[in-house]
């Protein structure tokens, strides 16, 4: 027979198994046993350790962030090594026009309007972006800056809109990209 100070070491052990196996089913279904923790925020920085921005989603392997510029808001696709020229929100990669021979002057943006966005339209040239600052107009283009920033030049007539260039990405953020979560 047993008595009551064997039978209660028992139930406390018991209770202590049960505990002990309960709490590392817990924590191995979080993953937390093995290393794995949540992630609060993730954020991309520059090669300098600069803050980019929030990561707000990802596309194959890339982080979209968004970015103050001037008054309003840019988003950008980062990749390890470079800032996408891939449309993403309010950005979007497309040329600038110029009436001099050598991309100088005042910008323009073919046949754009942004009126009725939340976020105004952002043109992103090479490492440049612009804002739209006017209306439209015909204009006698004579060079083109492409979206991965070179100039040339080409003669012909357009409905355009005058830009601002806003920024100039990289003279503010040096590749390669890092991500780093909190």
């Known amino acids: 027979m047993?008595?009551?100070?064997?039978?209660?070491?028992?139930?406390?052990?018991?209770?202590?198994?049960?505990?002990?196996?309960?709490?590392?089913?817990?924590a191995l279904a979080f993953g937390w046993q093995s290393g794995v923790r949540p992630v609060k925020t993730l954020s991309v920085h520059d090669a300098n350790g600069r803050l980019v921005g929030q990561v707000l989603e990802t596309r194959d392997g890339a982080a979209v962030v968004a970015v103050q510029v001037g008054a309003g808001q840019a988003f950008l696709v980062l990749g390890r090594n470079q800032i996408e020229d891939i449309p993403v929100g309010n950005t979007i990669p497309q040329r600038v026009v110029f009436e001099s021979e050598d991309c100088t002057g005042e910008p323009y943006a073919e046949a754009f309007t942004d009126e009725n966005n939340l976020f105004p339209v952002v043109i992103k040239t090479g490492s440049k972006l612009y804002s739209l600052s006017g209306s439209g107009q015909t204009v006698q283009v004579r060079?083109?800056?492409?979206?991965?920033?070179?100039?040339?030049?080409?003669?012909?007539?357009?409905?355009?809109s005058p830009t601002e260039q806003l920024a100039d990405l990289a003279s503010e953020f040096q590749p390669p990209f890092t991500v780093r979560a909190r």
Do not use: K, M, N
């Open 2 to 26: 047993q008595g009551p100070h064997t039978l209660r070491s028992r139930s406390l052990l018991l209770v202590a198994v049960v505990l002990i196996v309960s709490g590392s089913a817990t």
């Open 143 to 160: 060079s083109v800056l492409e979206t991965d920033g070179l100039c040339g030049q080409l003669e012909f007539e357009t409905f355009a």
